[in-house]
């Protein structure tokens, strides 16, 4: 089977802006979740989604949004781009148990 | 608050030594818990996890976790390290679908 894959893989974005990443995860899985990654504040969950529906939400602001379609695709979307946002984002995707596998992650860069 | 404590930033260990990495969790009930590895650029592998049943864990890679409920802990263990095993470490917990993790002990090792 195939893994999670997530693109792009690297981005750079200017503030202001807003970005789309997406994620595709393992065949058959119906459970996507986001988390983000920096130095800082370490791993933490944004959203987690299930045929097609936001099941589960962590503490960001509303800036932070994402949708999963009906192929279990997931995409997340950030607008008006803060430098804070630099980031790497991991999307994980899980089956039937309750563990999650993860991609290799976006590494976004807002300068 | 639930929370995950890695009370380690930074190990290093010479190859061929045993290692054990810290992790302890503040919860009211036995939560799913989880050992991720992470290598540079990289996204996150489960190498062990705990739902319930023996309380000694086997992973992959030659790991083994002990969950041990008295003292709220689920520590990481190898009993001889090589060097390809030069990564992050995170203990995470999994409570209603959503994975807290710990903020990390990033593993040396000297050769």
């Known amino acids: 089977k195939a893994g999670v894959t997530q693109t792009p893989r690297y981005l750079i974005k200017t503030r202001g802006q807003q970005v789309t990443l997406s994620c595709s995860p393992i065949?058959?899985?119906?459970?996507v979740s986001w988390y983000q990654q920096t130095p800082g504040q370490g791993l933490q969950f944004l959203f987690e989604y299930f045929s097609e529906t936001q099941r589960n939400k962590g503490n960001f602001p509303g800036r932070f949004s994402g949708r999963q379609f009906s192929n279990s695709r997931s995409e997340m979307n950030v607008s008006t781009l803060e430098l804070g946002d630099s980031a790497l984002y991991l999307c994980?995707?899980?089956?039937?148990?309750?563990?999650?596998?993860f991609g290799p992650g976006t590494r976004l860069t807002v300068l | 608050a639930q929370s995950v404590t890695q009370p380690d930033i930074h190990i290093t260990v010479s190859e061929g030594a045993s290692l054990e990495l810290r992790c302890n969790y503040s919860y009211g009930a036995t939560p799913y818990l989880f050992w991720y590895v992470q290598s540079p650029g990289q996204g996150l592998q489960l190498l062990l996890k705990?739902?319930?049943?023996?309380?000694l864990v086997q992973g992959i890679k030659g790991f083994e976790a002990e969950f041990k409920r008295s003292q709220s802990s689920f520590n990481l263990r190898k009993p001889s390290v090589h060097w390809s095993d030069a990564a992050e470490y995170f203990c995470?917990?999994?409570?209603?679908?959503?994975?807290?993790f710990g903020k990390g002990t990033r593993l040396h090792i000297l050769p």
């Open positions: 065949s058959g899985h119906r459970s």
């Open positions: 705990y739902f319930s049943g023996d309380t």
């Open positions: 995470a917990v999994d409570r209603d679908d959503k994975i807290i």
């Open positions: 994980a995707s899980s089956g039937e148990g309750y563990e999650q596998f």
